[in-house]
């Protein structure tokens, strides 16, 4: 097996050099540059043709987002992995919508960032267990935001759609007509982007709209 060739990317330098002495002794892994920003980085990428980029974020020059967008442009058979101690559920969402390869915090164990390099390596992304339940959480928090806003009527014309009323059944419990009552429902399929009862019904449990 031919060894794994790694670029590390850190402005701390001290971080670096604990990186460098965790994979010193790695017969499968070598470490053919450190780079403390993302010019020096390019730079090493272009000479040496890493396997794998280990970057943080935060750095004096370009951020590791950027770096990580250059790298995919120039050279798109090279993966990123993300090391950085940001556990922001919208940076670690921008980051995987950017498709990196792995996203692990600073404070994960030298035994994880190891299986991360080999498993990014081997065709395969890895997240850690921490940050995947950091872009879960956020990913339904933002989809819960995004459900527009139901009228009183709406919610009430719902609530009796989903206890199975007909439309001439809600609409005399609510003292309407019943063209009002498709309207209600013709807004709430343009509000929630459903098209018909079913999908209606299954946003309304999913996003809790049934209970007010």
Not at 26 to 46: P, R
């Amino acid at each position: 097996m031919n060894r794994i060739k790694v670029l590390l990317v850190d402005d701390h330098l001290m971080f670096l050099e604990g990186l460098q002495s965790l994979f010193a002794n790695e017969k499968n892994i070598e470490v053919v540059g450190a780079a403390s920003n993302a010019k020096i980085a390019l730079d090493i990428i272009n000479t040496k043709q890493p396997d794998i980029v280990i970057t943080d974020l935060s750095m004096p020059d370009i951020d590791g987002s950027s770096l990580v967008a250059s790298i995919q442009k120039m050279y798109p058979s090279i993966y990123t992995l993300v090391l950085s101690m940001h556990s922001d559920a919208q940076i670690i969402s921008k980051l995987i919508k950017q498709n990196i390869n792995g996203y692990l915090l600073k404070n994960a164990e030298k035994e994880e960032l190891l299986i991360a390099v080999k498993t990014i390596v081997g065709g395969e992304n890895y997240f850690s267990k921490e940050v995947s339940d950091i872009y879960n959480e956020g990913s339904c928090k933002s989809d819960y935001s995004s459900i527009p806003e139901l009228s009183k009527r709406e919610k009430e014309v719902l609530k009796l759609i989903g206890d199975e009323y007909t439309t001439k059944e809600i609409a005399d419990h609510l003292f309407i007509s019943q063209n009002t009552v498709e309207s209600h429902r013709k807004n709430m399929f343009s509000k929630l982007n459903v098209k018909n009862v079913a999908g209606l019904i299954k946003m309304a449990i999913k996003n809790n709209l049934l209970e007010y």
